[in-house]
């Protein structure tokens, strides 16, 4: 269990390249045993943005404060706080500040898990022989 202001959690800078201006807050995340999804805030100030990109996983975000656009392949979509937003997996996109203040918002994505490794069954009689018989 975790109960913590999410102002105590570390802001951290976006360092991946074409962000500008963007900080999150990994609010929880596997660091706390969750299994399945981690929680961020997003900070962007005004005039800042995300990175475009794109990735295999679902976003799901809650608009906490201030304004801004989602950039998609096809526009601009605006948004205020108390928006939701679903983006879906292989969209590019990415989120922009257009208002004078913080924009806060939260993004749920999938906790990436490690792939197993899955030994081989090697079966020496899967040939019909083995050992030369």
Same mark, same amino acid.
């Given at each position: 269990m975790k109960l913590i202001s999410y102002k105590k959690v570390q802001l951290e800078k976006v360092t991946m390249e074409g962000a500008k201006g963007a900080n999150i807050r990994w609010l929880i995340s596997d660091k706390d045993k969750a299994p399945n999804?981690?929680?961020?805030m997003?900070?962007?100030v005004p005039g800042g943005f995300t990175p475009y990109?794109?990735?295999s996983w679902e976003h799901e975000n809650f608009i906490v404060e201030g304004t801004g656009v989602l950039v998609t392949e096809d526009g601009e !979509?605006?948004?205020k706080p108390g928006d939701v937003i679903y983006v879906d997996p292989h969209m590019k996109h990415n989120y922009k500040n257009t208002g004078d203040t913080t924009l806060k918002? !939260?993004?749920l994505i999938p906790i990436e898990k490690p792939v197993k490794q899955v030994k081989k069954n090697i079966n020496p009689f899967a040939s019909g022989r083995?050992?030369?018989c």
């Open positions: 999804f981690a929680m961020r997003f900070e962007v990109h794109s990735h !979509l605006p948004f918002f !939260l993004c083995a050992n030369n």
